[in-house]
């Protein structure tokens, strides 16, 4: 899928939707803290303990479920994944760690910055971007690393996400590897890392910064990405630019991106070690109640597979076949096979996958299956890639409550 003609106009990404863009979000310091508008009292309660959240309307945002105002963490409410492969930029999910967020940033005097283990520092404007390196664009899911952590049991600590803390976008840019290779890297050079206009409310809290090995920096498909979906970054989305890491959970993804490091060392900056950090064994989990005897920095995404069409709990009428729905995904190595299970898992049958947008974005599947009227079913998906690695049936535990990947399962009756 090529959208490079709306993107890339002669004088760069449609200049008009970046001018509207920065007025939009310049209005916002006029206004202090980001403005919120309810809808009157609605709300969504998620399947877990505590699981009431408001809906609310951020700038640029539809109503999206509000865990946290400050910094803000909004998740996408389950039923968009059925609107389109790529998930909207109005219901993408917002995940901040910080509460000092800027209200405004002005594009004129906007910068990213190269430094550290290289030859030569540079310093870009939007516009030098946009103007001085190939254009590139990848189709891409960001999931937040809590991503339905709010289904672990025993529950853990951190913010109680349901299914809806990830997005599919077509995100344009350049490649990392391209800005590093003009800067001249040091033979020392081992990791490269990232800062963004974020900025802490208290000065005891280390300020948000991420690292990727110098290897996996220059892949072809990170990226500084100016836009997603044919338009400029949502300000709560990163605007002006996000580091993009296809494959790699949110957390590696930094917004408002404004400082790009290369280091002589591994980085061990609080959010490196010792927060986003996992069991150091094949499957990332300990038992509850344990505690791991070493760690490695949680990274990939793996394999998995939701169905989107249907609620938990619904009543399906029959007489023709049903039409069951779905997304798979994984860390890049492509989605294989998905199976689809009406009892439970007791018997699979294999669904039919739609177009292949990429290696890293969502997958659509469908099947059709004919239900027996006056009946209890339990619906659920199984999702294999192209190395073989499947979701698993059972969710295994950790306590940060990371890399989720179990069958979920969708309860539904028929009329009759």
Not at 37 to 61: C, D, H, V, W, Y
Not at 223 to 232: D, I
Not at 293 to 322: E, H, K, W, Y
């Amino acid at each position: 899928m090529d959208h490079s003609h709306h993107l890339h106009s002669s004088d760069g990404l449609t200049r008009r939707r970046l001018l509207q863009t920065s007025l939009i979000v310049g209005g916002l310091s006029a206004l202090g803290n980001f403005p919120v508008q309810a809808e009157s009292s609605s709300n969504i309660t998620l399947p877990f303990e505590r699981g009431r959240r408001p809906l609310m309307a951020f700038p640029e945002k539809r109503p999206l479920m509000v865990m946290t105002t400050r910094p803000p963490q909004l998740e996408t409410p389950f039923p968009v994944f059925n609107e389109s492969v790529f998930t909207p930029n109005d219901a993408f999910f917002v995940r901040w760690h910080l509460a000092n967020i800027p209200t405004a940033v002005d594009l004129k005097t906007f910068r990213v910055t190269i430094r550290g283990r290289i030859k030569q520092n540079l310093s870009f404007s939007l516009t030098d971007l946009q103007k001085q390196f190939e254009p590139v664009e990848v189709a891409a899911v960001c999931q937040c690393a809590g991503n339905s952590r709010g289904f672990s049991e025993p529950r853990v600590a951190g913010g109680q996400w349901g299914h809806g803390a990830m997005g599919n976008a077509l995100w344009t840019g350049v490649r990392l590897r391209d800005l590093l290779e003009k800067a001249g890297m040091e033979p020392d050079a081992k990791h490269v890392r990232f800062d963004g206009l974020d900025r802490p409310v208290a000065d005891a809290t280390p300020d948000f910064l991420k690292s990727l090995p110098l290897d996996h920096a220059m892949a072809d498909h990170v990226l500084v990405a100016y836009a997603m979906n044919g338009e400029a970054l949502p300000f709560l989305n990163g605007f002006p630019l996000r580091l993009v890491v296809p494959g790699w959970y949110a957390s590696y993804w930094v917004k408002m991106l404004t400082d790009i490091e290369v280091l002589n060392h591994e980085d061990h900056n609080f959010w490196m070690d010792p927060a986003y950090r996992i069991p150091d064994n094949a499957c990332g989990c300990i038992e509850p109640g344990q505690k791991p005897t070493s760690t490695v920095p949680l990274s990939t995404m793996p394999v998995r597979s939701f169905i989107t069409n249907m609620d938990d709990g619904a009543t399906l009428p029959t007489g023709s076949p049903t039409l069951v729905k779905g997304i798979a995904f994984d860390q890049g190595y492509g989605i294989d096979q998905v199976f689809f299970s009406s009892d439970g898992g007791q018997h699979w049958e294999s669904a039919q996958l739609g177009k292949d947008y990429g290696d890293f974005s969502f997958r659509p599947w469908e099947i059709r299956v004919t239900l027996k009227p006056g009946q209890a079913y339990r619906f659920q998906s199984l999702a294999i890639n192209r190395i073989g690695e499947s979701q698993q049936l059972h969710a295994k535990w950790n306590p940060n409550g990371y890399l989720r990947n179990a069958v979920e399962t969708i309860h539904v009756r028929t009329q009759g």
